[in-house]
């Protein structure tokens, strides 16, 4: 969960805090101990995992030991209803030990409602190349007011870049130098930093032996992320994520309904649909958009059931396209639409899986040994599941989608005549009133068949005995 990095001139003592857990101090030349300083990344959207992750990680460092908590953002938006929002600065606000924000490493983003965090936040900073902005409406908290001053008008509807931020002094910086481009320097920015009669110390300056000052890091860092059960639950609400998993999951349990059973694939298809829909519910998606994925599917079955891609595989395709145009809603300042890259590779492989992959592997699953079916035309075989119009019968060894055209279905067990073959799925109808096949008339015998009056069935004289 944690990991601690050192970077100082000095030796690491192993300490307790007053509740008996363990604090990675670092003693100085001078005999100073310095406490560790916790970092913690939040990526992502902003969801109810990662609120409660923060307030787990000011609770942690706390009692940890920890002089101070970094958080290290990069966030496109927002997913969680302002009133966790809310909840969330009012124990940043609060919070025992100061608090960073650092919006980094270079290229990040902090949009939506969540980024009202830097208001409350004691020592706040961004790399240069990030961006923050669309904020909304300033939210109301009992400890704190949410005040951006001249640049709240800016950043309500809009994002601005590192010159911006600073020429409306948007951050608590607290260092000169342009932007803060790794943690190091978000380090030295809150060094020095003083509250409730406590002053922080991360860095320290030294003279090198060319006359130049560089700042080396004299406090514990310790880096924490999400739980691997909390990161997949917030890696699956990401939009390319979900999207992906759900076309994964559908078309695997179309994939285990129409072939081989419930197997491995049925199993796998299962738990992805659970985790797109588990992301789906945080995400900012359309019902009908879900509903028509789902109907696309359920047409694509009808052409997988005779094994042909034909018109209702064409229409499948066409819904699931509309369904991924409008499955996601808009965020402000997020383009929560999936990546071209995810979308290539959902609707290519919805494509290929039921224009070549699917019709091969039901063929592989009711084929027979024997190449070529038209010597089944007029073979007689045994009905496994009751065709009823569409069942499942056995001529020779091999078994075969089967319907009947007739009003009365042909009961399991019972026999058939194999009257007509369309792609991999046999017409058949019951012996009794089926059509006579003329294999069976070139085979009789006429000179040895009589009527009941002893009268030759080719002849139109009478038998005379002899």
Same mark, same amino acid.
């Given at each position: 969960?944690?990991?601690?990095?050192?970077?100082?001139?000095?030796?690491?003592?192993?300490?307790?805090?007053?509740?008996?857990?363990?604090?990675?101090?670092?003693?100085?030349?001078?005999?100073?101990?310095?406490?560790?300083?916790?970092?913690?990344?939040?990526?992502?959207?902003?969801?109810?995992?990662?609120?409660?992750?923060?307030?787990?990680?000011?609770?942690?460092?706390?009692?940890?030991?920890?002089?101070?908590?970094?958080?290290?953002?990069?966030?496109?938006?927002?997913?969680?209803?302002?009133?966790?929002?809310?909840?969330?600065?009012?124990?940043?606000?609060?919070?025992?030990?100061?608090?960073?924000?650092?919006?980094?490493?270079?290229?990040?983003?902090?949009?939506?409602?969540?980024?009202?965090?830097?208001?409350?936040?004691?020592?706040?900073?961004?790399?240069?190349?990030?961006?923050?902005?669309?904020?909304?409406?300033?939210?109301?908290?009992?400890?704190?007011?949410?005040?951006?001053?001249?640049?709240?008008?800016?950043?309500?509807?809009?994002?601005?870049?590192?010159?911006?931020?600073?020429?409306?002094?948007?951050?608590?910086?607290?260092?000169?130098?342009?932007?803060?481009?790794?943690?190091?320097?978000?380090?030295?920015?809150?060094?020095?930093?003083?509250?409730?009669?406590?002053?922080?110390?991360?860095?320290?300056?030294?003279?090198?032996?060319?006359?130049?000052?560089?700042?080396?890091?004299?406090?514990?860092?310790?880096?924490?992320?999400?739980?691997?059960?909390?990161?997949?639950?917030?890696?699956?609400?990401?939009?390319?994520?979900?999207?992906?998993?759900?076309?994964?999951?559908?078309?695997?349990?179309?994939?285990?309904?129409?072939?081989?059973?419930?197997? @491995? *694939?049925?199993?796998?298809? !299962?738990?992805? =649909?659970?985790?797109? /829909?588990?992301? &789906?519910?945080?995400?900012?998606? +359309?019902?009908?958009?879900?509903?028509?994925?789902?109907?696309?599917?359920?047409?694509?079955?009808?052409?997988?059931?005779?094994?042909?891609?034909?018109?209702?595989?064409? @229409? *499948?395709?066409?819904?699931? !396209?509309?369904? =991924?145009?409008?499955? /996601?809603?808009? &965020?402000?300042?997020?383009?929560? +639409?999936?990546?071209?890259?995810?979308?290539?590779?959902?609707?290519?492989?919805?494509?290929?899986?039921?224009?070549?992959?699917?019709?091969?592997?039901?063929?592989?699953?009711?084929?027979?040994?024997?190449?070529?079916?038209?010597?089944?035309?007029?073979?007689?075989?045994?009905?496994?599941?009751?065709?009823?119009?569409?069942?499942?019968?056995?001529?020779?060894?091999?078994?075969?989608?089967?319907?009947?055209?007739?009003?009365?279905?042909?009961?399991?067990?019972?026999?058939?005549?194999?009257?007509?073959?369309?792609?991999?799925?046999?017409?058949?109808?019951?012996?009794?009133?089926?059509?006579?096949?003329?294999?069976?008339m070139r085979g009789k015998d006429h000179d040895e068949t009589l009527d009941d009056e002893g009268v030759n069935?080719?002849?139109?004289?009478?038998?005379?005995?002899?």
């Amino acid at each position: 969960m944690a990991a601690g990095l050192s970077m100082f001139g000095g030796a690491a003592n192993a300490q307790t805090d007053n509740e008996g857990n363990g604090v990675d101090t670092v003693t100085t030349p001078g005999g100073a101990d310095i406490a560790p300083v916790d970092v913690l990344q939040v990526s992502g959207f902003v969801d109810d995992i990662l609120v409660d992750e923060i307030s787990n990680a000011i609770e942690r460092a706390q009692n940890g030991g920890a002089q101070a908590l970094i958080l290290q953002v990069n966030s496109d938006g927002t997913i969680v209803d302002d009133d966790v929002v809310a909840k969330l600065l009012n124990d940043i606000a609060n919070a025992p030990i100061p608090i960073g924000v650092w919006v980094g490493p270079t290229g990040s983003r902090f949009y939506g409602p969540a980024a009202q965090i830097l208001a409350v936040a004691d020592v706040t900073g961004m790399a240069p190349g990030a961006r923050v902005g669309y904020i909304g409406v300033p939210l109301k908290i009992p400890s704190a007011d949410i005040d951006f001053g001249v640049a709240e008008e800016t950043l309500r509807n809009g994002s601005v870049g590192l010159s911006e931020a600073r020429a409306l002094d948007i951050f608590k910086q607290r260092i000169d130098d342009e932007g803060i481009p790794t943690v190091t320097s978000m380090l030295q920015a809150m060094n020095g930093f003083e509250e409730s009669g406590t002053t922080l110390l991360t860095t320290e300056q030294v003279v090198t032996d060319d006359g130049n000052l560089r700042f080396d890091t004299v406090a514990t860092v310790r880096f924490s992320k999400l739980s691997l059960i909390d990161q997949l639950f917030h890696t699956v609400a990401s939009p390319p994520v979900a999207y992906l998993l759900l076309l994964t999951g559908l078309v695997l349990l179309v994939f285990e309904f129409y072939t081989a059973g419930v197997g @491995v *694939g049925g199993v796998v298809g !299962a738990v992805c =649909t659970f985790l797109a /829909f588990s992301g &789906l519910s945080v995400l900012p998606t +359309r019902t009908w958009a879900i509903v028509v994925i789902g109907v696309a599917m359920l047409v694509f079955s009808v052409d997988v059931q005779v094994g042909i891609p034909r018109f209702w595989t064409a @229409v *499948g395709l066409l819904l699931t !396209a509309i369904g =991924t145009a409008f499955l /996601f809603e808009s &965020l402000p300042g997020a383009s929560m +639409r999936p990546s071209w890259i995810a979308l290539l590779a959902g609707l290519s492989g919805i494509t290929l899986t039921f224009i070549v992959g699917m019709p091969n592997m039901v063929r592989t699953r009711f084929a027979t040994p024997t190449i070529g079916r038209e010597w089944m035309i007029g073979e007689i075989g045994t009905v496994i599941t009751d065709v009823d119009p569409d069942g499942v019968v056995e001529i020779g060894t091999g078994r075969w989608r089967a319907r009947t055209n007739r009003a009365t279905p042909v009961l399991a067990g019972e026999q058939v005549r194999v009257a007509e073959i369309d792609g991999i799925t046999l017409e058949v109808e019951p012996l009794e009133g089926a059509a006579k096949d003329y294999r069976e008339m070139r085979g009789k015998d006429h000179d040895e068949t009589l009527d009941d009056e002893g009268v030759n069935s080719e002849s139109t004289s009478p038998t005379v005995p002899e």
